[in-house]
């Protein structure tokens, strides 16, 4: 349980804790964080970025002069997880960049992690390794073969220290099996299989097979001029293996059991929101459609992220979300400026926190949202350098629409859209949390951490 969840949004004062990556000034595309991702444990933070560079950062051990007070995350190992690469048959360019990075549990001394870019999923191990072997008998130091007319005598290698470096090694591609772009990856709580999810299908991993996927999900029509809807977004039930949802373009939610068939065609459970009639306008389509679905970590609840609102459902209700936060409703006016801007296509995330008792996510201008389930309480926060001294407390932003503007408010026609916060994450057990800001990654946490 965390600590400091009573009444959160009362009790809980955000600090500035650090931030990662270079100023503004000629930020390229490759620089760009497209997924961050805690493990289980909390202590490695992941981000990949358009670059196809995965990035892991380490919180340091607390330390003696102040033990109350843990470490800050310092990059521990980089990678080039993906390359850009070009399909003959398409004549298509296949963008290196990171779509989704999933943990593994932590089973022995290595790290495993899975990275996605549009059609390839890859599985690194990342370990350290302090002592390397001397005293080989085929090789000198140098790792050149010996004449064995040389060789008179046996020598028995022996591990010499060394210093720590951290290797990350690709052990599987599983590739070939996505005809669309992935759009999310998920690790089965039997942590023996994963799914991989593309506009049209749904594919069934097992961690030991590259070359052979079982497609579980397919919604492609005989006619692709009847396609109607796509695939956003799956994950995996939290504890039962064999249950899954995934969303779609048209706001609706899908709860699939594998013990019904080899191919879930058929859902299990089936959300979706009526439609208020007064409320529908040119843009209802493009902003219904669902950017994200995760499971609550307590398995009850699905929470999802659309344009303008996060809903969370109850499992055991289908007909209407039991909770609906307006996100940014202020934008509901400006819908027509953001679709030629190609804004409304921006596809946030949402996180919940390790009690699953506030949801985040993210907005524009560098501005991200909590909501308290408890209190009905919200708060929007910003990133930005400006506010980046060390345990500077997060001043609450308030946007105002028309009529008079209070001095700590900010107009909505001032809003920067290029600015945006799509990929969030929070520490599973502590108030700790990771925003993602174009090329730079921040860290914030609690007062009391």
């Known amino acids: 349980m965390i600590a400091g969840f009573g009444n959160f949004m009362q009790d809980v004062l955000w600090c500035f804790s650090q931030v990662k990556g270079t100023v503004d000034i000629g930020v390229t595309e490759a620089d760009i964080i497209s997924t961050v991702e805690f493990n289980h444990t909390g202590e490695l933070l992941a981000t990949g970025d358009k670059g196809g560079r995965v990035v892991i950062f380490q919180r340091e051990q607390e330390s003696k002069n102040q033990p109350h007070r843990r470490g800050e995350y310092n990059v521990y190992s980089t990678f080039q997880s993906h390359e850009p690469e070009f399909d003959y048959l398409k004549s298509l360019e296949i963008e290196e960049k990171i779509n989704k990075i999933r943990w593994l549990p932590q089973q022995n001394a290595a790290y495993f992690l899975l990275s996605t870019n549009d059609k390839t999923v890859k599985l690194w191990k990342v370990s350290e390794r302090d002592k390397?072997?001397?005293?080989?008998?085929?090789?000198?130091?140098?790792?050149?073969?010996?004449?064995?007319?040389?060789i008179t005598m046996l020598r028995v290698p022996?591990?010499?220290?060394?210093?720590?470096?951290?290797?990350?090694?690709?052990?599987r591609v599983f590739a070939n099996a996505h005809t669309y772009h992935i759009n999310s990856i998920s690790v089965?709580?039997?942590?023996?299989?994963?799914?991989?999810?593309?506009?049209?299908?749904?594919?069934?991993?097992?961690?030991?097979?590259?070359n052979q996927s079982f497609n579980i999900v397919d919604i492609k029509p005989a006619n692709m001029e009847e396609l109607t809807e796509v695939i956003t977004a799956a994950e995996f039930h939290?504890?039962?293996?064999?249950?899954?949802?995934?969303?779609?373009?048209?706001?609706?939610?899908?709860?699939?059991?594998?013990r019904t068939s080899a191919l879930c065609d058929r859902h299990a459970k089936f959300f979706e929101e009526p439609e208020d009639p007064s409320n529908r306008s040119f843009f209802s389509e493009i902003i219904s459609s669902i950017s994200d679905v995760k499971f609550s970590h307590s398995g009850r609840y699905i929470m999802t992220r659309d344009y303008l609102t996060v809903k969370v459902w109850d499992l055991n209700m289908e007909n209407r979300p039991i909770e609906t936060y307006q996100v940014h409703d202020y934008l509901r006016s400006k819908l027509c400026s953001l679709y030629e801007n190609d804004c409304i296509f921006d596809k946030f995330e949402c996180v919940w926190n390790g009690s699953d008792s506030v949801i985040m996510t993210g907005s524009y201008n560098n501005f991200f949202r909590m909501f308290d389930r408890n209190t009905k309480r919200d708060v929007t926060l910003e990133a930005s350098r400006e506010n980046s001294k060390p345990r500077a407390i997060l001043k609450p932003?308030?946007?105002?629409?028309?009529?008079?503007?209070r001095k700590d408010e900010i107009s909505v026609d001032s809003l920067d859209f290029s600015k945006k916060i799509l990929h969030t994450a929070w520490h599973p057990s502590e108030n700790i949390i990771a925003v993602a800001a174009t090329n730079n990654l921040y860290i914030f946490q609690d007062k009391v951490n």
């Open 132 to 150: 390397r072997p001397e005293g080989y008998n085929l090789k000198d130091e140098d790792g050149r073969l010996r004449d064995p007319s040389m």
């Open 188 to 210: 089965n709580s039997d942590y023996e299989t994963y799914m991989s999810a593309d506009d049209l299908r749904i594919n069934l991993w097992n961690f030991e097979i590259t």
């Open 158 to 171: 022996v591990l010499r220290p060394m210093d720590l470096m951290v290797e990350a090694t690709p052990r």
């Open 397 to 405: 932003r308030k946007v105002c629409v028309g009529g008079k503007r």
């Open 238 to 258: 939290p504890h039962h293996c064999n249950t899954f949802v995934y969303s779609s373009s048209k706001g609706t939610i899908r709860l699939c059991d594998m």
